[in-house]
């Protein structure tokens, strides 16, 4: 760090005053007086900055779709300045680990004025819940850290003792060390794909190619995905790279989105939730002209033709004849499709033509289209027609469907990963495979295990109002009485009343029980609504941690301030409220954070010069494990300890000739009898009955099992009155709620700074806002079955007619007078509607729009913080 | 020395808005206060849409109307050839901003004074990239010598596109790889 | 707040230069006319209008800095001009009072005050006209200071030495002559100005005019009222001196200023820079 940087310190600035002053609640930002010294330009101030300042590698810890490397410039205990990934030259193939806009403003999320700074209680909330309907508008009280400690633990027993565990609602670590409570499942990120992929394939297209054998690729279809603005870091730049090697994009999205802007050769309109029709339509073209892989299909799969049926299915519930209707009377032709899906026919067949013909391919898929309801069609259909390609198992060519975050552009082998925390797993009694950890039902637990107590996200709120939930399984209706929200984490997110479908429901629920506790960072929506709230510690103020993103890097994150205000971390907290449940605090955490630390570093381990084998990566020597007070052997890796700290991330460098690129399945392609898949028949499975009979299991909608197109709840088709004649009806238009660039989900969505850059607003395709005499800036109202907000108007070409957006994420601001959110919380919008495999169908809903006549909105970047004390 | 500035890379850019915000924060900057930003301009009719994206900053012009203009001399030439501001010496009279085709520099409501790019000269003499160039994800934004930056990007780079006013007034020191779009001054866009 | 403190500082000083031009013609035609009243309001209106100007800057104990670029910047020039104005009006008050028999200094230093007035406009004006705002640029700016110097000035000279010229007849030809002349030009002027502005490809241009358009109330009653304000002083000098007349001259001074002041305050709120921008 020899050349610090910076003029930019130009005063000295004292830690104790800052938090004063942002106590006071002063300024947005109470860093004033430090950063930049715009004077004179220059750097006599550089000696001031190397004396006081320090780059410490700062964590990056959201659900944000990515990891990156980030430090932050530490001057007296305050951050005063960020940066990003600056170790080793910048090229294509061993790429920077470039963080995003969000990662950059993260010193004005931690630091800024609206932190929770003490631990609070609503006014009116009492044992037993008080006067509940006041969540959410009541009063804050500022209390000391002993009473909320006392007041929580007090509750919380009183609830087990009176009700049993099956009556809070929530997990974490000491909640399952205290006997547990019921599990909120479903599928939140990756929509219907998870089950889809566990019986299709096996997991088998779940992973990519590596990194740099997508420049291997003539065609690349990105199907649902934007890149640009939903994985953020490297990713758009290695699909750059694909491009400038010569692979052709097509992406299929109703918006052209920055990323179609940017690497589109060709777009493919598609109205949202009718993809399957799309596919459909081009499974016709193919199979009408022959163009399909029939030698693959033979070989790889079964289900696709009545000959190749897997045992024990009803040959005529083959693809080939669905699609050809041959059964049910219906061709899948591509005009069929087009009536629903919005391309035209003629691009529908060039769009299956270019597929079929061009080789090596690439078709992958995001989540969004799956984030629909019965959204398992779609996987069905996409991963169908990618595999009559053949494009499976060789260089440059994959049918992927991971196209999440460093899944977009990266696959292979993970060359480098952090060992394990050493920590043991704390199992939920009540749900037995639930561990706990981060949010992403599918992979959190299998709910159709018959012990598995718990609910679909989407049936939360039921439950809780009506006493009862959907049992997996075939269990009935199960009765329960849910009187405690549990929400004590650490820095992984869960803001679910703000992220779960249908908002209105959700407040009400929250103002039936007897309590709600959190913990949290910002006064989130959950927090809003809760009754005490305790103050956390971001992880800029913890003891380290390894992050691990795509495959080729890690990063250490180690503390970079001292806990801010009162702030405490979630093992703090769960150690003090152990003590007074009568538990022990030693069993629940075993060992130290440091100890944790320590751990994931020794057990470190990179890729081998073999390219198959993996090797310790940090050397630790005896006076590594002095200095740093914790329990371990010396060892021999690739890199001090120290010298890794210090970069704060290890990557491994790359080169297109080197010994570490894989292609997914190219062992089964090959020879698919010997290197079986682990679905039922061992092949790619087009038709599926484990699937089908899986989706049955949970109890909420069913699938055939092969991929079919029936009008989805809230979908295209129902934005009409009357279909033959085509006339609107009520809810006219089809929103998607799309990923948004402020976010990473609900989170860093107050500061506002990144408020300035992304303004929430309400999109729409200009001719249909005329039609309606609507104009850019207007402020309007939108309204759906479930409940309706007002957004500031933006007028577009880019949308698909039709078709509206708001970004998912922002912090409802519910006006309980008129029932009118304004800050456009897209869960607002969304109901919460029982599908497949509790995948929340956000992307198939719809709404109507009209110009608001109430007081018009104000840019959100102009908005009051939420700084209580 | 030759003349310093800007290269962007607009058939590359995203649109990610990484180089505002580093910008931001590097310069510790308010809601309201830009040093450089990124504009979104759309044209045409679904399906059938172009556009593009611009990250602007201070173009530290050759013939800078702000330095022509300022009555204190606190808008004034470096060494280098970049537009550097005085803040010592600024009144707040905001002659700049009106002067300023570009509309560049930015009152700082809380000092009085005005603020705009200082092409991050303090991390420069410390022989690094600006913030805003090393924040770049894709990595679009240069900045450099002139004629350097020329010769390592091509001949077909302008400084002055459709929305941008006519680089014949001050004669910014930028380089824009610009798409079809951007060069069309017929091609009707708005910014969205 | 803005808007206003430009347009504060603008008019007053544009008038006291104005009724110094006149003062100093009127020195010219009759050495014993002393013109008290116009030579002291406008010294006041400098000094408001200097003040004002304050106002408009972030640091305003800092603004002795103004006056370090004289060689490039026209704000700089004009800050000169504008001290060097104030400073000799000052010094003609000064006098009147502890020197009236000094007859020939105060000519002189009226006569100097209206020079530099006159350059001072000058300045003024390429300020705006050599900005990057469309709006601005055109010669209309100039031709509008000046018009509204010499209209305020006259009348409001008119106003305040109403006794000492009754009897002056080619002081009042001059006088209807000048805010004829004033009106016109500005007409003449500004007419073209706004339908090249609407005929530009700049984008600003546009903003501008739908500014404008917006307040185009405001910018009917500037027009109203300056007309009035001229029309109702040329109709009026012909005519002896009488109370009527007294209240036709404050009528069209009110009418005029109050046209001049609006459209100034249009001036500056119509204000957009040329194309896009970082604000
Ligand atoms: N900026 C930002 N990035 C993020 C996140 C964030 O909150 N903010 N979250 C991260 C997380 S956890 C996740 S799961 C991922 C999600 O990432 P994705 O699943 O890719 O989700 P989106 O970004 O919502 O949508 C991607 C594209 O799909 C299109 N789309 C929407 N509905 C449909 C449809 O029915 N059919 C078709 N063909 N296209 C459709 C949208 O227009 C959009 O362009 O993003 C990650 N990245
Ligand atoms: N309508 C609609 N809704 C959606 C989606 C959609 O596409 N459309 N996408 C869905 C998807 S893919 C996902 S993954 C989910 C994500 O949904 P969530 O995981 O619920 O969302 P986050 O915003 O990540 O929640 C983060 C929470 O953690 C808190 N927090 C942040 N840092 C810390 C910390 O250090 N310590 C503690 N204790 N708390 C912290 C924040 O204040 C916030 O309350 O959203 C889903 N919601
Ligand atoms: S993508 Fe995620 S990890 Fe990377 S900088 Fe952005 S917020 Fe941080
Ligand atoms: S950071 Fe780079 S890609 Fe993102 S907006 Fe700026 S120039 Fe464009
Ligand atoms: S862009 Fe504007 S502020 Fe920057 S040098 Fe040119 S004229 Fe001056
Ligand atoms: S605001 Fe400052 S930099 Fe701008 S012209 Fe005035 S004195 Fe010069
Ligand atoms: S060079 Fe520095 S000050 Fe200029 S735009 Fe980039 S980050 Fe901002
Ligand atoms: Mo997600």
Same mark, same amino acid.
């Given at each position: 760090?020899?050349?610090?940087?910076?003029?930019?310190?130009?005063?000295?600035?004292?830690?104790?005053?800052?938090?004063?002053?942002?106590?006071?609640?002063?300024?947005?930002?109470?860093?004033?007086?430090?950063?930049?010294?715009?004077?004179?330009?220059?750097?006599?101030? @550089?000696?001031?900055?190397?004396?006081?300042?320090?780059?410490?590698?700062?964590?990056?810890?959201?659900?944000?779709?990515?990891?990156?490397?980030?430090? %932050?410039?530490?001057?007296?205990?305050?951050?005063?300045?960020?940066?990003?990934?600056?170790?080793?030259?910048?090229?294509?193939?061993?790429?920077?680990?470039?963080?995003?806009?969000?990662?950059?403003?993260?010193?004005?999320?931690?630091?800024?004025?609206? *932190?929770?700074?003490?631990?609070?209680?609503?006014?009116?909330?009492?044992?037993?819940?008080?006067?509940?309907?006041?969540?959410?508008?009541?009063?804050?009280?500022?209390?000391?850290?002993?009473?909320?400690?006392?007041? @929580?633990?007090?509750?919380?027993?009183?609830?087990?003792?009176?009700?049993?565990?099956?009556?809070?609602?929530?997990?974490?670590?000491?909640?399952?060390?205290?006997?547990?409570?019921?599990?909120?499942?479903?599928?939140?990120?990756?929509?219907?794909?998870?089950?889809?992929?566990?019986?299709?394939?096996?997991?088998?297209?779940?992973?990519?190619?590596?990194?740099?054998?997508?420049?291997?690729?003539?065609?690349?279809?990105?199907?649902?995905? /934007?890149?640009?603005?939903?994985?953020?870091?490297?990713?758009?730049?290695?699909?750059?790279?694909?491009?400038?090697?010569?692979?052709?994009?097509?992406?299929?999205?109703?918006?052209?989105?920055?990323?179609?802007?940017?690497?589109?050769?060709?777009?493919?309109?598609? *109205?949202?939730?009718?993809?399957?029709?799309?596919?459909?339509?081009?499974?016709?073209?193919?199979?009408?002209?022959?163009?399909?892989?029939?030698?693959?299909?033979?070989?790889?799969?079964?289900?696709?033709?009545?000959?190749?049926?897997?045992?024990?299915?009803?040959?005529?519930?083959?693809?080939?004849?669905?699609?050809?209707?041959?059964?049910?009377?219906?061709?899948?032709?591509?005009?069929?499709?087009?009536?629903?899906?919005? %391309?035209?026919?003629?691009?529908?067949?060039?769009?299956?033509?270019?597929?079929?013909?061009?080789?090596?391919?690439?078709?992958?898929?995001?989540?969004?289209? %799956?984030?629909?309801?019965?959204?398992?069609?779609?996987?069905?259909?996409?991963?169908?027609?990618?595999?009559?390609?053949?494009?499976?198992?060789?260089?440059?060519?994959?049918?992927?469907?991971?196209?999440?975050?460093?899944?977009?552009?990266?696959?292979?082998?993970?060359?480098?990963?952090?060992?394990?925390?050493?920590?043991?797993?704390?199992?939920?009694?009540?749900?037995?495979?639930?561990?706990?950890?981060?949010?992403?039902?599918? *992979?959190?637990?299998?709910?159709?295990?018959?012990?598995?107590?718990?609910?679909?996200?989407?049936?939360?709120?039921?439950?809780?109002?009506?006493?009862?939930?959907?049992?997996?399984?075939?269990?009935?209706?199960?009765?329960?009485?849910?009187?405690?929200?549990?929400?004590?984490?650490?820095?992984?997110?869960?803001?679910?009343? /703000?992220?779960?479908?249908?908002?209105?429901?959700?407040?009400?629920?929250?103002?039936?029980?007897?309590?709600?506790?959190? /913990?949290?960072?910002?006064?989130?929506?959950?927090?809003?609504?809760?009754?005490?709230?305790?103050?956390?510690?971001?992880?800029?103020?913890?003891?380290?941690?390894?992050?691990?993103?795509?495959?080729?890097?890690?990063?250490?994150?180690?503390?970079?301030?001292?806990?801010?205000? &009162?702030?405490?971390?979630?093992?703090?907290?769960?150690?003090?409220?152990?003590?007074?449940?009568?538990?022990?605090?030693?069993?629940?955490?075993?060992?130290?954070?440091?100890?944790?630390?320590?751990?994931?570093?020794?057990?470190?381990?990179?890729?081998?010069?073999?390219?198959?084998?993996?090797?310790?990566?940090?050397?630790?020597?005896?006076?590594?494990?002095?200095?740093?007070?914790?329990?371990?052997?010396?060892?021999?890796?690739?890199?001090?300890?120290?010298?890794?700290?210090?970069?704060?991330?290890?990557?491994?460098?790359?080169?297109?000739?080197?010994?570490?690129?894989?292609?997914?399945?190219?062992?089964?392609?090959?020879?698919?009898?010997?290197?079986?898949?682990?679905?039922?028949?061992?092949?790619?499975?087009?038709?599926?009955?484990?699937?089908?009979?899986?989706?049955?299991?949970?109890?909420?909608?069913? @699938?055939?099992?092969?991929?079919?197109?029936?009008?989805?709840?809230?979908?295209?088709? %129902?934005?009409?009155?009357?279909?033959?004649?085509?006339?609107?009806?009520?809810?006219?238009?089809?929103?998607?709620?799309?990923?948004?660039? *402020?976010?990473?989900?609900?989170?860093?969505?107050?500061?506002?700074?990144?408020?300035?850059?992304?303004?929430?607003?309400?999109?729409?395709?200009?001719?249909?806002?005329?039609?309606?005499?609507?104009?850019?800036?207007?402020?309007?109202?939108?309204?759906?079955?479930?409940?309706?907000?007002?957004?500031?108007?933006?007028?577009?070409?880019?949308?698909?007619?039709?078709?509206?957006?708001?970004?998912?994420?922002?912090?409802?601001?519910?006006?309980?007078?008129?029932?009118?959110?304004?800050?456009?919380?897209?869960?607002?919008?969304?109901?919460?509607?029982?599908?497949?495999?509790?995948? &929340?169908?956000?992307?198939?809903?719809?709404?109507?729009?009209?110009?608001?006549?109430?007081?018009?909105?104000?840019?959100?970047?102009?908005?009051?913080?939420?700084?209580?004390? | 020395?030759?003349?310093?500035?800007?290269?962007?890379?607009?058939?590359?850019?995203? !649109?990610?808005?990484?180089?505002?915000?580093?910008?931001?924060?590097?310069?510790?900057?308010? #809601?309201?206060?830009?040093?450089?930003?990124?504009?979104?301009?759309?044209? !045409?009719?679904?399906?059938?849409?172009?556009?593009?994206?611009?990250?602007?900053?201070?173009?530290?012009?050759?013939?800078?109307?702000?330095?022509?203009?300022?009555?204190?001399?606190?808008?004034?030439?470096?060494?280098? !050839?970049?537009?550097?501001?005085?803040?010592?010496?600024?009144?707040?009279?905001?002659?700049?901003?009106?002067?300023?085709?570009?509309?560049?520099?930015?009152?700082?409501?809380?000092?009085?004074?005005?603020?705009?790019?200082?092409?991050?000269?303090?991390?420069?003499?410390?022989?690094?990239?600006?913030?805003?160039?090393?924040?770049?994800?894709?990595?679009?934004?240069?900045?450099?010598?002139?004629?350097?930056?020329?010769?390592?990007?091509?001949?077909?780079? #302008?400084?002055?596109?459709?929305?941008?006013?006519?680089?014949?007034?001050?004669?910014?020191?930028?380089?824009?790889?610009?798409?079809?779009?951007?060069?069309?001054?017929?091609?009707? #866009?708005?910014? #969205? | 707040?803005?808007?206003?403190?430009?347009?504060?500082?603008?008019?007053?000083?544009?008038?006291?230069?104005?009724?110094?031009?006149?003062?100093?013609?009127?020195?010219?035609?009759?050495?014993?006319?002393?013109?008290?009243?116009?030579?002291?309001?406008?010294?006041?209106?400098?000094?408001?209008?200097?003040?004002?100007?304050?106002?408009?800057?972030?640091?305003?104990?800092?603004?002795?800095?103004?006056?370090?670029?004289?060689?490039?910047?026209?704000?700089?020039?004009?800050?000169?001009?504008?001290?060097?104005?104030?400073?000799?009006?000052?010094?003609?008050?000064?006098?009147?009072?502890?020197?009236?028999?000094? $007859?020939?200094?105060?000519?002189?230093?009226?006569?100097?005050?209206?020079?530099?007035?006159?350059?001072?406009?000058?300045?003024?004006?390429?300020?705006?006209?050599?900005?990057?705002?469309?709006?601005?640029?055109?010669?209309?700016?100039?031709?509008?200071?000046?018009?509204?110097?010499?209209?305020?000035?006259?009348?409001?000279?008119?106003?305040?030495?109403?006794?000492?010229?009754?009897?002056?007849?080619?002081?009042?030809?001059?006088?209807?002559?000048?805010?004829?002349?004033?009106?016109?030009?500005?007409?003449?002027?500004?007419?073209?100005?706004?339908?090249?502005?609407?005929?530009?490809?700049?984008?600003?241009?546009?903003?501008?005019?739908?500014?404008?358009?917006?307040?185009?109330?405001?910018?009917?009653? $500037?027009?109203?009222?300056?007309?009035?304000?001229?029309?109702?002083?040329?109709?009026?000098?012909?005519?002896?001196?009488?109370?009527?007349?007294?209240?036709?001259?404050?009528?069209?001074?009110?009418?005029?200023?109050?046209?001049?002041?609006?459209?100034?305050?249009?001036?500056?709120?119509?204000?957009?820079?040329?194309?896009?921008?970082?604000?």
């Amino acid at each position: 760090m020899g050349n610090l940087i910076n003029g930019v310190i130009n005063k000295k600035l004292s830690r104790r005053k800052f938090l004063a002053a942002s106590a006071a609640g002063a300024a947005s930002l109470a860093l004033t007086g430090c950063g930049n010294s715009l004077s004179s330009v220059g750097s006599t101030d @550089v000696a001031v900055a190397e004396k006081e300042g320090k780059w410490v590698t700062a964590a990056c810890w959201h659900n944000c779709g990515g990891r990156c490397l980030n430090k %932050a410039l530490v001057v007296d205990g305050v951050v005063v300045r960020q940066k990003t990934d600056d170790t080793h030259e910048d090229s294509p193939d061993y790429p920077q680990q470039r963080g995003c806009h969000r990662g950059r403003a993260q010193r004005f999320h931690v630091f800024g004025a609206d *932190r929770l700074k003490y631990p609070m209680k609503r006014k009116h909330w009492e044992p037993g819940g008080g006067k509940k309907e006041l969540r959410g508008r009541d009063e804050w009280v500022r209390i000391s850290w002993d009473e909320a400690l006392d007041l @929580v633990a007090a509750e919380l027993k009183r609830i087990k003792e009176q009700y049993g565990n099956k009556s809070i609602l929530g997990t974490s670590r000491l909640l399952n060390f205290y006997g547990g409570g019921l599990v909120r499942w479903g599928s939140s990120s990756s929509g219907a794909w998870g089950v889809v992929q566990e019986c299709m394939t096996g997991f088998f297209s779940w992973k990519a190619n590596d990194r740099l054998d997508w420049r291997n690729a003539k065609l690349i279809v990105l199907w649902g995905a /934007n890149p640009a603005r939903s994985s953020l870091g490297n990713p758009t730049y290695n699909l750059l790279q694909a491009k400038k090697a010569g692979a052709k994009f097509i992406i299929v999205d109703p918006l052209v989105s920055p990323t179609v802007r940017l690497l589109a050769d060709k777009h493919i309109p598609c *109205r949202p939730g009718t993809d399957t029709a799309l596919l459909l339509g081009m499974a016709y073209h193919m199979i009408e002209n022959n163009l399909h892989d029939q030698e693959f299909l033979d070989r790889c799969t079964v289900g696709f033709d009545a000959d190749h049926m897997p045992e024990g299915a009803d040959p005529k519930e083959n693809f080939k004849d669905y699609v050809l209707g041959t059964y049910d009377g219906v061709p899948k032709t591509p005009e069929w499709a087009s009536e629903i899906c919005g %391309a035209a026919p003629q691009l529908i067949r060039e769009f299956a033509t270019e597929i079929a013909t061009t080789k090596p391919m690439i078709f992958t898929s995001s989540f969004a289209p %799956a984030r629909t309801y019965r959204g398992q069609q779609f996987c069905q259909a996409f991963l169908t027609v990618g595999w009559m390609t053949g494009n499976v198992g060789k260089p440059g060519a994959g049918v992927w469907t991971m196209n999440y975050a460093p899944g977009q552009s990266y696959g292979g082998k993970t060359l480098v990963r952090s060992g394990s925390n050493g920590l043991p797993p704390a199992v939920n009694p009540l749900f037995p495979d639930a561990t706990y950890g981060p949010y992403d039902g599918y *992979r959190w637990a299998n709910p159709t295990n018959p012990d598995a107590h718990g609910m679909a996200y989407c049936e939360t709120y039921d439950a809780i109002l009506k006493g009862e939930y959907t049992g997996t399984n075939g269990r009935g209706k199960v009765p329960c009485d849910i009187r405690l929200i549990w929400l004590v984490r650490d820095g992984y997110g869960y803001n679910f009343l /703000n992220q779960s479908s249908d908002i209105n429901k959700g407040i009400e629920a929250f103002r039936k029980v007897d309590f709600v506790v959190t /913990n949290d960072i910002v006064l989130s929506t959950i927090s809003k609504y809760a009754d005490i709230v305790l103050p956390a510690t971001t992880e800029w103020e913890k003891e380290g941690k390894i992050y691990q993103g795509n495959p080729e890097a890690i990063f250490i994150a180690e503390k970079v301030v001292e806990p801010l205000y &009162e702030a405490k971390t979630e093992e703090w907290i769960d150690r003090e409220l152990a003590k007074r449940l009568g538990l022990n605090p030693d069993e629940i955490y075993p060992i130290s954070p440091k100890q944790q630390f320590f751990n994931s570093l020794a057990g470190a381990q990179v890729i081998a010069e073999d390219g198959e084998n993996y090797e310790p990566l940090v050397t630790i020597t005896p006076q590594d494990i002095q200095e740093w007070n914790v329990q371990g052997e010396p060892q021999q890796g690739k890199i001090a300890l120290k010298d890794l700290l210090e970069q704060g991330v290890y990557q491994v460098p790359r080169s297109p000739k080197d010994n570490l690129t894989v292609v997914q399945g190219e062992d089964f392609v090959r020879d698919p009898e010997a290197n079986p898949l682990s679905t039922k028949s061992g092949k790619l499975e087009i038709h599926c009955q484990a699937l089908s009979d899986k989706i049955a299991l949970y109890g909420l909608t069913t @699938v055939p099992p092969i991929a079919k197109y029936e009008p989805p709840l809230d979908g295209y088709e %129902a934005t009409f009155e009357d279909w033959e004649s085509k006339k609107k009806g009520k809810y006219p238009f089809q929103l998607i709620t799309i990923h948004y660039g *402020r976010r990473s989900h609900s989170t860093y969505d107050n500061v506002p700074q990144l408020r300035e850059a992304y303004p929430q607003e309400f999109m729409m395709n200009t001719r249909d806002a005329e039609a309606l005499g609507l104009k850019e800036g207007d402020t309007v109202l939108i309204e759906s079955a479930y409940g309706k907000c007002i957004r500031l108007l933006s007028l577009s070409e880019t949308l698909m007619p039709g078709v509206v957006t708001l970004g998912e994420g922002a912090w409802v601001e519910l006006d309980e007078e008129t029932g009118i959110d304004k800050a456009g919380a897209t869960n607002i919008l969304c109901g919460a509607r029982l599908s497949g495999q509790g995948e &929340e169908p956000w992307n198939t809903t719809i709404v109507r729009v009209e110009k608001y006549d109430g007081e018009p909105l104000i840019p959100d970047a102009q908005w009051k913080q939420r700084i209580i004390f | 020395m030759g003349q310093k500035g800007f290269y962007f890379n607009m058939l590359e850019c995203k !649109g990610c808005k990484a180089c505002q915000i580093a910008c931001k924060d590097k310069n510790d900057l308010k #809601v309201g206060e830009l040093y450089r930003k990124v504009m979104n301009f759309e044209g !045409g009719i679904y399906p059938n849409v172009g556009g593009f994206y611009l990250s602007t900053s201070c173009n530290h012009c050759a013939e800078a109307k702000c330095v022509a203009g300022c009555p204190t001399g606190a808008m004034h030439y470096a060494e280098d !050839g970049t537009v550097q501001h005085n803040k010592d010496l600024c009144i707040g009279c905001k002659y700049c901003m009106w002067n300023c085709p570009y509309s560049v520099p930015q009152y700082l409501e809380d000092k009085n004074i005005i603020g705009k790019c200082d092409t991050c000269k303090d991390l420069r003499d410390a022989g690094e990239n600006p913030a805003c160039v090393d924040a770049c994800p894709m990595r679009c934004l240069k900045f450099g010598d002139i004629d350097e930056l020329k010769k390592e990007y091509g001949t077909d780079l #302008v400084n002055e596109i459709s929305v941008l006013p006519s680089a014949e007034a001050t004669k910014p020191s930028l380089l824009i790889k610009a798409n079809v779009y951007a060069l069309d001054f017929n091609y009707k #866009v708005k910014e #969205v | 707040m803005e808007h206003l403190a430009l347009t504060i500082f603008s008019i007053c000083v544009q008038a006291a230069i104005g009724i110094m031009i006149f003062v100093a013609i009127g020195r010219l035609l009759n050495k014993e006319k002393i013109f008290k009243n116009a030579t002291i309001a406008a010294t006041v209106l400098g000094i408001v209008g200097a003040v004002a100007s304050l106002m408009h800057l972030g640091k305003p104990f800092s603004a002795i800095k103004a006056l370090y670029q004289f060689g490039s910047s026209w704000l700089s020039r004009e800050i000169w001009f504008t001290a060097i104005f104030i400073l000799l009006a000052i010094l003609m008050v000064v006098l009147i009072y502890a020197k009236p028999q000094n $007859k020939s200094a105060i000519s002189g230093l009226a006569a100097a005050a209206a020079v530099v007035g006159l350059i001072d406009v000058f300045f003024m004006a390429a300020i705006y006209s050599s900005s990057s705002v469309p709006f601005w640029q055109s010669i209309a700016t100039l031709v509008e200071f000046y018009a509204a110097t010499l209209s305020m000035g006259a009348i409001l000279f008119l106003l305040l030495s109403i006794k000492e010229i009754a009897e002056m007849a080619t002081m009042k030809k001059i006088i209807a002559l000048a805010v004829a002349l004033a009106v016109i030009l500005q007409v003449a002027a500004v007419v073209p100005s706004l339908i090249a502005l609407g005929a530009s490809s700049s984008a600003a241009a546009h903003s501008s005019l739908a500014i404008l358009g917006n307040m185009a109330v405001a910018n009917a009653f $500037k027009w109203i009222f300056i007309l009035a304000g001229a029309l109702l002083l040329l109709w009026m000098v012909k005519d002896e001196l009488s109370k009527l007349v007294t209240n036709i001259v404050l009528s069209s001074t009110i009418l005029l200023l109050v046209g001049q002041i609006v459209g100034r305050y249009l001036f500056y709120a119509a204000m957009v820079v040329t194309g896009v921008g970082l604000s």
